[in-house]
């Protein structure tokens, strides 16, 4: 996804801009541009693909300036090149802008401006606004930002450098995120607060609606009809390391070795003997009594989490629940009351779906529960509550410590609707607390044994076609191991109800395709066990996936990954993390660009 970074201050600009947007390399991207205020104006740099594209057309001999932006752009309006690359600029070159949202009324503006002459030179939807802001310009480039504002619709983070106002840089936020780094006589501005934490921890968040004048003197916020906006400073508290490596190969493995850390930390002071601890759900027992539908809307990885959220509270808190694709959701007219609980999951709590889910959500006047991995993200700003997971940034495009720590957040929102509505009895709860308590050993204890899975990925450099079976939570965890395995290591693969492939897909089943059978759901057991059989016959190569200590799945299959003994409910917590460790080690065995694979984005803040 794009990114933006902003600077000034005394030190050289471009050195900033560039370290900035290495450190937004992760969010995605297909090219790069700054753009710095010299004396004698605006000068920009752009470059298709990589980031060292742009540093070697930046050369050694870097300018002097002291203020500047940059971007890296993901593109959605005009294909990747130099010239749809940011920033943009005006007919006159007055003015330079980046962006990142979607301007949805473009062709119109753009058509407008060519009838009062402008040059419109590239594909995207971005460039109307240098040119809008250059036909409002007044001497005042705030103002005509506002002015622009009032035209454009979609969403943006902007950032706008005027040659005009050599000592100024004005940004404006909607739907889009932007925050502003507050150091000595210097300061920054940056989509992802991971940009520059290296040079400061107090921030400015802006919110939808806002606009910010920063100059040498200091930062003057205001709402886009120019009234003054007081901000309250923001001190992350991240530590810049856990954003690192740290020794791994990739990101990737390093936040699939965090999981214990994470699973514990999203643990920590929220269990009881007898229950859980969510201050933060400010729900009554009446409203949760109250509740008669749960909707959980998420995307991707995070919905793959909502699908096993739905098991666990239709089967301990007994509320019916339907879990939707956050892209459809708002546009199937859901059944929404007052009555309706949703509950919206997303690790960055930025992607634009989920967000638009939770507004139509809220809009139809329901209760909106957050469950996200990043505090004052969006998502959690707009959420009648929230329960943060605490996976710590998750860097690499596929999700693995925030999968895993979403379903602890699922299995804490579970238990806290059924102690609520009384569903459950009090052995059942404590058996469900200590296993939860096992659980970040008990990830530990898989990761240990992380060279047999590498040896298995092995096999996996010349496959084409991978299928993930599994019934009930085992297919729930099926599509997670299978979108895993897809996008990162482009094999096909597909997850199905292991009952379901007779009905169809069992006809692709030949010599040697592999079938990955989760079989940790022991009442429906012998069932999956009769569908390994199916595919077996059919001279598949079946690695299965049970619990240590049963002995059985062996004489079905032709290898089997164990993972430790726990309850039904939490096994997803821990069958998903060897197909990971799969889905990374086949990646890495075919020469794939683990981190950052081609075509996605870490964070989809676009519809
Ligand atoms: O930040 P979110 O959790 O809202 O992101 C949702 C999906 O884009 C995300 O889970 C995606 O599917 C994963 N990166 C895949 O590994």
């Given amino acids: 996804?794009?990114?933006?970074?902003?600077?000034?201050?005394?030190?050289?600009?471009?050195?900033?801009?560039?370290?900035?947007?290495?450190?937004?390399?992760?969010?995605?991207y297909d090219s790069a541009g700054v753009a710095v205020l010299e004396e004698k104006g605006i000068e920009v740099y752009k470059?298709?693909?990589?980031?060292?594209?742009?540093?070697?057309?930046?050369?050694?001999?870097?300018?002097?300036?002291?203020?500047?932006?940059?971007?890296?752009?993901?593109?959605?309006?005009?294909?990747?090149?130099?010239?749809?690359?940011?920033?943009?600029?005006?007919?006159?070159?007055?003015?330079?802008?980046?962006h990142n949202g979607i301007i949805e009324n473009y062709l119109e503006l753009k058509e407008w401006l060519i009838k009062q002459g402008h040059q419109i030179v590239s594909e995207t939807d971005t460039e109307v606004l240098p040119h809008l802001v250059e036909h409002f310009y007044k001497g005042d480039t705030a103002e005509a930002i506002r002015q622009v504002l009032i035209k454009v619709h979609g969403s943006f983070a902007m950032v706008a450098l005027s040659r005009n106002h050599k000592e100024q840089m004005v940004v404006a936020r909607k739907d889009s995120p932007l925050v502003i780094g507050l150091g000595e006589g210097e300061y920054f501005v940056a989509s992802d607060i991971p940009a520059i934490l290296n040079y400061t921890r107090q921030i400015y968040i802006l919110a939808d609606g806002e606009i910010a004048v920063i100059d040498r003197d200091g930062v003057r916020v205001t709402d886009f009809q120019g009234n003054p906006i007081q901000k309250e400073v923001f001190e992350v508290k991240w530590d810049t390391v856990a954003a690192e490596k740290d020794g791994y190969e990739h990101f990737m493995l390093k936040e699939?070795?965090?999981?214990?850390?994470?699973?514990?930390?999203t643990l920590t002071g929220r269990l009881n003997h007898n229950g859980v601890i969510l201050p933060e759900v400010a729900l009554t027992a009446e409203e949760v009594a109250n509740i008669n539908k749960i909707f959980i809307v998420a995307c991707g990885t995070a919905w793959h989490a909502g699908l096993v959220g739905k098991t666990l509270?239709?089967?301990?808190?007994?509320?019916?629940?339907?879990?939707?694709?956050?892209?459809?959701?708002?546009?199937?007219?859901?059944?929404?009351?007052?009555?309706?609980?949703?509950?919206?999951?997303?690790?960055?709590?930025?992607?634009?779906?989920?967000?638009?889910?939770?507004?139509e959500a809220r809009r139809l006047?329901?209760?909106?529960?957050?469950v996200t991995n990043v505090v004052s993200s969006s998502v959690a700003r707009e959420a009648n509550d929230v329960i943060y997971t605490c996976a710590g940034p998750e860097i690499a495009v596929a999700s693995t410590k925030a999968y895993t720590t979403q379903l602890e957040g699922m299995v804490l929102l579970a238990l806290y609707l059924a102690e609520a509505r009384d569903s459950l009895s009090l052995e059942k709860i404590s058996e469900i607390i200590s296993a939860l308590k096992e659980i970040p050993a008990q990830a530990q204890e898989i990761l240990n044994q992380s060279s047999a899975i590498k040896d298995l990925a092995r096999s996996f450099i010349v496959v084409d076609d991978v299928f993930f079976i599994g019934r009930s939570l085992d297919w729930s965890v099926s599509m997670e191991g299978s979108l895993k395995l897809k996008e990162i290591s482009?094999?096909?693969?597909?997850?199905?109800?292991?009952?379901?492939?007779?009905?169809?897909?069992?006809?692709?089943?030949t010599d040697n395709t592999p079938v990955i059978a989760l079989a940790t759901q022991m009442e429906v057991y012998e069932k999956t066990v009769s569908n390994i059989k199916e595919v077996k016959a059919r001279d598949a190569k079946v690695i299965g996936l049970t619990?240590?200590?049963?002995?059985?799945?062996?004489?079905?299959?032709?290898?089997?990954?164990?993972?430790p003994q726990t309850i039904?409910?939490?096994?997803?917590?821990?069958?998903?993390?060897?197909?990971?460790?799969?889905?990374?080690?086949?990646?890495v065995a075919r020469g794939c660009d683990v981190d950052k694979p081609r075509n996605l984005a870490k964070s989809v803040t676009v519809e």
């Fill in 1 to 28: 996804m794009c990114g933006i970074v902003g600077y000034i201050g005394k030190q050289a600009v471009i050195p900033v801009l560039v370290e900035g947007l290495k450190k937004l390399e992760y969010r995605g």
């Fill in 256 to 265: 699939i070795f965090e999981q214990p850390r994470a699973l514990k930390d």
């Fill in 568 to 587: 039904a409910e939490l096994s997803p917590i821990l069958s998903v993390i060897p197909l990971q460790l799969l889905a990374y080690y086949a990646s």
């Fill in 365 to 370: 006047s329901a209760r909106v529960i957050a």
């Fill in 313 to 359: 509270i239709e089967r301990w808190a007994r509320i019916p629940v339907e879990v939707d694709i956050a892209s459809e959701f708002r546009y199937r007219s859901p059944l929404i009351d007052e009555h309706t609980l949703v509950v919206v999951i997303s690790q960055s709590g930025e992607t634009a779906d989920t967000l638009a889910a939770l507004r």
């Fill in 490 to 509: 482009y094999i096909h693969a597909e997850a199905y109800a292991a009952g379901e492939l007779k009905h169809g897909t069992l006809a692709l089943i």
């Fill in 47 to 98: 470059s298709a693909g990589r980031l060292a594209n742009l540093v070697e057309k930046l050369g050694d001999g870097y300018s002097d300036a002291t203020i500047g932006i940059g971007h890296t752009r993901w593109a959605t309006h005009g294909r990747p090149s130099d010239l749809n690359a940011h920033p943009h600029s005006d007919c006159s070159g007055d003015f330079a802008i980046v």
């Fill in 547 to 563: 619990f240590k200590g049963n002995d059985d799945l062996a004489k079905s299959v032709d290898q089997v990954i164990y993972i």
